[in-house]
């Protein structure tokens, strides 16, 4: 960053600081809370961004050796740098080649600098495509690449901001239980600037936290391993044993991380079954976690504390939800409402016996929770159908198996779902296309020689646009994942976390296989045709949008023999048709209509439906979307 920008942005920073300090005006009393979905959450179209693959906008913020300390108990590689952004994925770094592991041993290792101002830069590229909506994967200040290891709540990550150095010292002296010592760093100040700006666009922002688990630099884990029971956030987690003081053993100390892992220590959870760690059960997050978390979701909600919510994020995506007791969520849905009556909250409720059985949703979804799960039980028969990925679905299980999907919850849940066709902890879209095996468990070269992680062929991109078209006109908010649409490809996790693909960059040849095994040659470029396509179908979705989102949806025609399905969105006197040729062989779909139809997409020219019918030719792998006159 040039010296002109780094005072721009510390300008930026003393006025927002100053205008959210904590002597703004006291919020002011909601009695009753709204608890209704909010109107704007089903009619918008969303973008997932991971921060630190998006776009590196300051150079000078990257991060250091010791920025990223504690993110694992393993000491980062000596002579450690940021990769390089347009490096081949599975060439090895110097340091990463010195360490003596194989790439997947060093890949949690790698930064690439994405930030904030990179965001900024690029929120003209996101209104082109047209998306309404950003979800930003967690910014909270941790070491990881992913943040979900919390090292601070109440700040946004040091190396997202203009000045991680002085960041570093602001925090220093905060008392985690005090929110009157919370001071904003030069990174909080920029991530309200991009808030502000977002808002400005007609855009909406949500921000991702785990309230489940922090990581191992937390202050109040760092405050219970040097003070064990004599700590006063003793009880704030899952401790099994504390240490004797009486023995030299250290090893006596346990406790519980998400999922096993140790650098995830756990929240306590009180009133629930004894042994109980995930499901629909009641129970509650310890008070002095509850008071935390409630205090950065105000501190977000509304920056200046002066009860107007407009300066603040529009909602929250929450990490492992099904964890997490309802007593907390719905005491916690209660509280957000009463700070931002429009606020929503989308849930992470996701694999029940992994890897073979999904959540059913429901019970997340019944008013008093979430407004919306991130929608993988609607990709996951999805895929199946349209790729022929197990369980092999035919058309008639597949409209049944999304019929299903609706029992139990109302209309306005099941148009504010986030329908997804990938996400950040999947094999991108295309991948999971190209690979039709399981869908995540096992999805990469490591657990699977066969899983191909080259550039997905022709049929994989007419799959996608096929299934596109799909979410696109479905009941539910689509989501693409960031860099879907330029066409990227990579296994799961950490291979669907490349950086983005730019039109400006040069990135070198994926010519590196991950085993050093052969692999085709492929080069790396942004995939304009793809790209149009969802802009296509964004514009397509708000030019019809009160049709798509309220609209009642039919099935036409769910034919086994031939692979082709067809649907009807209606509401009042519009109509739209959507059919599918799920199969390699074109076909003639004939479906139940009355009068002129228009194909809008792809763009056509208007058919007569004859004698109650509408007929038309499909070609392979295609879909067809048209609206009556």
């Given at each position: 960053?040039t ?6 942005a ?7 600081a100053a205008a959210c300090?904590?002597?703004?005006p006291?919020?002011?009393n ?12 089903a ?7 991971f ?5 590196n906008?300051d150079?000078?913020?990257d991060?250091?050796a ?10 980062t590689p000596d002579?450690?740098?940021?990769t390089?952004?347009s490096?081949d994925?599975y060439s090895?770094?110097?340091?990463a080649r010195a360490?003596?592991k194989?790439?997947y041993g060093?890949a ?7 930030d ?6 690029r929120?003209d ?6 998306v309404t909506?950003?979800f930003?994967?967690?910014?909270n200040?941790?070491p990881s690449?992913h ?9 946004i990550d ?5 000045d991680?150095?002085?960041d ?15 001071t904003w760093?030069a ?7 991009l808030?502000?700006?977002v808002?400005r666009?007609g ?5 991702d936290y785990?309230?489940n688990?922090t990581g191992t630099?937390?202050p109040?884990?760092?405050d219970?391993l040097?003070n064990?029971?004599q700590?006063r956030f003793?009880?704030w987690y899952e ?11 250290t090893s ?17 959870k009180?009133g629930r079954?004894?042994?109980q760690t995930?499901?629909?059960i009641?129970?509650n ?7 935390l ?5 105000r501190r977000?909600?509304?920056?200046n504390?002066d009860g ?9 995506r929450?990490n ?8 907390f969520w ?5 509280f957000?409402?009463s700070?931002?009556p429009?606020?929503y909250?989308v ?10 059985k ?8 019944q008013?008093d ?5 991130m929608h993988y039980?609607?990709?996951t028969p999805?895929?199946s159908?349209?790729t022929?990925?197990p369980?092999t679905?035919t ?14 919850i ?12 990938a ?6 879209f295309s ?12 999805a ?9 992680i080259d ?6 991109r ?8 799909q979410?696109?006109?479905f009941?539910g ?5 960031n860099g879907d649409?330029?066409?990227?490809w990579?296994a799961d996790d950490p291979?669907?976390?490349?950086p983005?693909?730019w ?7 994926e010519?590196?296989h ?8 492929n080069?790396v470029?942004?995939?304009?045709a793809?790209f149009?396509?969802y ?13 798509f989102?309220d609209?009642?949806?039919?099935w036409l025609?769910t034919?086994d023999?031939t692979g082709?399905?067809a ?8 109509r739209?048709i959507?059919?599918?040729?799920a ?6 779909v004939?479906?139940?209509a ?8 792809p ?6 439906a ?13 879909a ?6």
């Amino acid at each position: 960053m040039t010296t002109t920008t780094r005072d721009s942005a510390t300008i930026i920073f003393l006025l927002l600081a100053a205008a959210c300090s904590k002597d703004a005006p006291p919020p002011r009393n909601v009695a009753a809370p709204n608890l209704a979905v909010p109107a704007w959450s089903a009619d918008v179209t969303w973008y997932q961004i991971f921060v630190e693959r998006f776009r590196n906008g300051d150079p000078s913020n990257d991060p250091t050796a010791h920025d990223i300390e504690g993110f694992s108990s393993e000491p980062t590689p000596d002579s450690w740098q940021p990769t390089p952004w347009s490096q081949d994925w599975y060439s090895r770094e110097s340091w990463a080649r010195a360490s003596g592991k194989d790439f997947y041993g060093t890949a949690q290792f790698r930064r690439y600098g994405g930030d904030l101002k990179g965001v900024l830069d690029r929120l003209d590229y996101l209104q082109d495509l047209g998306v309404t909506a950003l979800f930003l994967n967690p910014i909270n200040d941790t070491p990881s690449l992913h943040k979900y290891d919390a090292r601070n709540y109440q700040h946004i990550d040091r190396n997202f901001g203009p000045d991680p150095r002085g960041d570093e010292a602001r925090i220093g002296d905060e008392d985690l239980t005090n929110p009157a010592t919370w001071t904003w760093t030069a990174a909080d100040s920029l991530f309200l600037v991009l808030v502000r700006e977002v808002h400005r666009r007609g855009m909406r922002i949500i921000i991702d936290y785990s309230w489940n688990h922090t990581g191992t630099s937390f202050p109040a884990w760092k405050d219970v391993l040097k003070n064990q029971q004599q700590s006063r956030f003793a009880d704030w987690y899952e401790i099994e044993r504390f240490d004797d003081p009486i023995t030299p053993d250290t090893s006596e100390f346990a406790y519980r991380g998400w999922a096993g892992v140790p650098s995830l220590p756990e929240w306590k959870k009180v009133g629930r079954p004894a042994g109980q760690t995930k499901g629909a059960i009641d129970g509650n997050l310890v008070p002095g976690v509850r008071d935390l978390v409630f205090n950065v979701s105000r501190r977000w909600l509304d920056p200046n504390g002066d009860g107007d919510p407009s300066d603040g994020v529009d909602g929250f995506r929450l990490n492992v939800a099904e964890m997490v007791p309802l007593g907390f969520w719905r005491d916690y849905r209660r509280f957000v409402r009463s700070v931002n009556p429009e606020a929503y909250l989308v849930g992470e409720v996701w694999w029940e016996t992994w890897p073979d059985k999904l959540y059913d949703p429901v019970p997340w979804l019944q008013g008093d929770v979430f407004d919306a799960v991130m929608h993988y039980q609607w990709y996951t028969p999805t895929r199946s159908f349209f790729t022929g990925a197990p369980p092999t679905l035919t058309a008639s299980t597949y409209a049944a198996s999304l019929d299903s999907l609706a029992s139990g919850i109302s209309l306005a849940n099941q148009r504010a779902m986030m329908n997804l066709t990938a996400s950040h902890d999947t094999p991108r879209f295309s991948t999971s296309v190209y690979n039709p095996g399981r869908y995540k468990y096992h999805a990469n070269p490591r657990e699977d020689p066969g899983y191909r992680i080259d550039r997905p062929d022709e049929r994989t991109r007419r799959t996608q646009q096929m299934t596109l078209v799909q979410q696109f006109t479905f009941i539910g908010a689509p989501h693409i994942w960031n860099g879907d649409e330029v066409g990227m490809w990579g296994a799961d996790d950490p291979d669907e976390r490349k950086p983005l693909v730019w039109a400006d960059l040069r990135y070198d040849d994926e010519t590196a296989h991950p085993l050093g095994r052969p692999r085709p040659r492929n080069a790396v470029a942004p995939d304009t045709a793809l790209f149009r396509v969802y802009r296509d179908l964004i514009a397509l979705r708000k030019q019809h949008l009160r049709l798509f989102v309220d609209g009642t949806l039919n099935w036409l025609l769910t034919d086994d023999a031939t692979g082709l399905l067809a649907c009807e969105r209606a509401l009042g006197d519009q109509r739209a048709i959507i059919a599918f040729n799920a199969t390699d062989i074109s076909h003639e779909v004939a479906v139940a209509a009355d009068g002129r139809y228009r194909v809008i997409y792809p763009a056509g020219d208007t058919v007569s439906a004859t004698g109650g019918t509408l007929r038309a030719g499909l070609p392979a792998r295609t879909a067809r979307v048209w609206t009556r006159e």
